[in-house]
């Protein structure tokens, strides 16, 4: 069994289910999809119907917006263990159909949003890092815009741009990418996280890694 308290007592700040989902993420990040599904057991034992089911949902779009962070093999994995840990009961009383199609896909508009949270969480610094990485490879700075941030990162239908920036705290921890985890921890702050909000983010985060460590010793 998962011992929950303990990451209960590290994501205390953190409302539930959302310190699940930051869990889950980090697990994902640090490759320990054994863990996901550890937890998703656990969860079942300790969440009402309806908070599991908000559970699942947050965690698989966590998992789908973390594609930009972790990518695509670790978050197949993880998001594999979390879906075959959970009940038909649940699984009953999730949406069936994809909110992302064509008819979604407008360049000019989902451009714009992307370079609108490119700025709210770079601020000041977004300019200079769009020129340079603009400098290493137009192409680069064209799909981490508008593909990465513009289609994936600010689609808060279901999961909001704080939370969205609290999970991505989750994924860059265990990822060891200090530059961009200090970058996302201010870009979390700016789209209203409390400082006790982004310390349990990186507390849970931390015990994720000794916890996926420990798995492999």
């Not at 409390?194 to 420990?214: F, G, M, Y």
């Amino acid at each position: 069994m998962y011992n929950i308290s303990q990451l209960n007592a590290a994501g205390a700040a953190l409302g539930l289910p959302l310190r699940y989902v930051v869990a889950v993420t980090a697990m994902a990040a640090a490759n320990a999809p054994e863990l996901v599904t550890k937890l998703t057991c656990a969860c079942e034992h300790s969440l009402s119907a309806s908070e599991m089911v908000q559970f699942v949902e947050l965690s698989r779009e966590s998992l789908l917006k973390m594609v930009t962070t972790i990518g695509a093999p670790r978050i197949i994995n993880s998001t594999a263990a979390l879906m075959d840990a959970v009940p038909e009961t649940i699984k009953d009383k999730l949406p069936k159909t994809s909110l992302r199609n064509k008819d979604d896909y407008n360049y000019d508009v989902i451009r714009q949003r992307g370079r609108d949270m490119w700025k709210g969480v770079y601020s000041k610094q977004a300019e200079k890092l769009e020129g340079k990485i603009g400098g290493w490879y137009p192409d680069l700075l064209e799909v981490i815009q508008t593909d990465l941030y513009g289609r994936i990162l600010s689609d808060c239908r279901i999961l909001d741009a704080k939370s969205t920036e609290l999970c991505t705290i989750g994924a860059l921890f265990p990822s060891n990418v200090p530059a961009q985890l200090k970058s996302h921890v201010i870009g979390a702050g700016r789209h209203g996280a409390s400082s006790d909000e982004i310390e349990a983010a990186k507390a849970i985060a931390k015990l994720v890694c000794i916890q996926a460590t420990a798995l492999r010793n």
